[in-house]
């Protein structure tokens, strides 16, 4: 049946149509989970039918070509058929053609179409380049939850932002998140390649025996009873979290890339019904199902907003009974990047591949975890809302732009008491600071050492906007280095 829209899905299908109106044809949708995204899919559709349109709905996996094929079904979209060898729903004279980009790209001849629809474009794969220059009078939409990719601006012509995540969870279309940071891993030596951490390497510092153990203690102590998903780093990786949670007699199943759609339908059913905790997952589940999920375990650290936004996606759907998912984050990402709502609208438009264009503008402070319970508090938040623990406040304050920054302690500078965590914070402030004024790195690493004496050498920084303490720090720097120099001349 067609479903009638919100007003939120009104507003972005008429962004989409005056945009088209204009002349573009290059497009994307930003609709985060739970935005109703398929649904909007389906009126864009419908409305092109009535015109006597022919549409080319494109997926980025075969695994999702039934799954669309009956949605659209679902809302009433009956001249329907699907690309793909042998498929019982092969209709070739149909309207509507749901097909995976792997076998488009396989194929000489591309049936003909007068809009085509791109889910997940965020993948952007070569083939849609070439498809889409050879097209060039045919519209292309694309849909993603995340538009992140460096220089996917280079292909589309605008971004249709739909709303936040923060906004969807305001007007409850999503429910609310709460975040435990229990382990903070050391990552200072893995390598990064193309934007996030190496697999390899990472896998050999999160598939250690302590941090496993302490996420199968973790979620019994916070998580038992809520169906939970945990996200690991490699396949060796998330048997032995599985075999941890064996080994407790608690039932996860295991789901990767090479998992048959059968036994996926079968673990969800077990996963709906209670007959297993929860699933280990490495390579998937990040995208494109609709679980009902009450806890995620974020055991595979990431550098990528796409990554990690997908990811928490994941549980911010409602269900009955549902106030919030439980995140326990053992990767140390929140306190990197910031809650999924700061991720989420740090990216007003498309990265068109420039040095330095896709760097995080954080525009508020990061959130801090309770030292008491480690629960993550959101930005500004001196009592934790968890436990009610309030840190001992400290009399020194610094005014600067309007805002209060409280300095504790271990914050002040050249303090030898100053934790890696606080090393961490310094270094990306200084590093944010850097990338906004157009300086180098290693200037920010010069104000490092200036500050604890050696070289941040075994030190992972978390990006964040420099707080009141380290802007008087670095504007002090300035003033000392600007004397210096005059002294110099004399």
């Known amino acids: 049946m067609r479903k009638q829209l919100r007003p939120r899905q009104v507003q972005a299908l008429n962004e989409l ?3 088209l109106g204009s002349g573009k044809k290059r497009l994307i949708l930003k609709a985060p989970t739970g935005f109703g995204k398929t649904v909007l899919a389906a009126e864009i559709i419908h409305r092109a039918l009535e015109r006597g349109k022919k549409v080319l709905f494109v997926v980025d996996a075969i695994s999702l070509v039934d799954q669309t094929a009956r949605s659209f079904y679902e809302q009433g979209i009956t001249d329907i058929g699907v690309i793909q060898a042998d498929h019982e729903m092969t209709k070739p004279g149909a309207a509507v053609q749901v097909c995976s980009q792997a076998t488009l790209a396989r194929r000489r001849f591309l049936p003909e179409a007068d809009l085509i629809m791109i889910d997940e474009v965020h993948v952007f794969y070569k083939f849609y380049q070439k498809w889409m220059e050879r097209w060039d009078a045919i519209p292309f939409i694309g849909l993603s ?13 605008q971004l249709i932002c739909t709303a936040t995540t923060q906004e969807l969870i305001d ?3 999503l429910c609310d998140f709460r975040v435990f940071a229990p382990a903070q891993p050391d990552l200072s030596k893995v390598k990064v ?3 996030d951490y190496n697999e390899a390497e990472l896998a050999l510092v999160m598939n250690n025996a302590d941090l496993v153990a302490g996420i199968v203690e973790t979620w019994k102590a916070k998580a038992e009873g809520l169906p939970t998903l945990v996200y690991a780093v490699d396949r060796a990786h998330a048997r032995a979290i599985q075999a941890e949670f064996d080994k407790a007699c608690i039932k996860f199943e295991y789901i990767d890339a090479f998992t048959e759609r059968e036994d996926r339908e079968v673990i969800k059913k077990q996963f709906h019904n209670g007959e297993v905790a929860g699933v ?7 995208k494109g199902i609709d679980w009902d999920v009450r806890c995620i ?3 595979r650290p990431t550098k990528s907003d796409m990554l990690y936004q997908q990811i928490i996606g994941r549980g911010l759907r409602n269900a009955p009974g549902k106030e919030y998912v439980l995140i326990l984050d053992h990767s140390s990402t929140t306190l990197r990047l910031g809650f999924v709502t700061e991720v989420d609208e740090r990216h007003g438009a498309l990265s068109m591949g420039k040095k330095g264009q896709s760097v995080r503008e954080i525009k508020e402070p990061q ?8 629960f993550v508090k959101p930005p500004k938040t001196w009592e ?4 009610g623990h309030k840190p001992e406040r400290q009399p020194d304050v610094v005014h600067i732009a309007g805002q209060l920054e409280e300095l504790t302690k271990t914050r002040k500078r050249n303090n030898k008491s100053s934790t890696a965590v606080d090393k961490a914070f310094f270094l990306g402030e200084c590093l944010t600071y850097a990338l906004k004024r157009g300086r180098a790195e290693g200037w920010a690493k010069h104000l490092y050492r200036a500050k604890y004496g050696v070289w941040p050498n075994k030190i992972t920084p978390f990006m964040r906007t420099p707080t009141a303490e380290t802007l008087t720090y670095i504007t002090a720097q300035a003033i000392r280095y600007a004397k210096g120099k005059a002294n110099a001349k004399v």
């Open 145 to 157: 939850a995340t538009p992140y990719t460096t220089g996917l601006g280079k292909h589309f012509q």
């Open 280 to 286: 280990v997952s490495v390579g998937c589940l990040t």
């Open 171 to 173: 007007e409850g279309d």
């Open 384 to 387: 934790c809302p968890n436990c």
């Open 193 to 195: 390649i193309a934007g």
């Open 297 to 299: 375990v974020l055991a």
């Open 17 to 19: 149509r005056a945009s």
């Open 367 to 374: 959130s801090k975890e309770c030292s008491q319970c480690h």
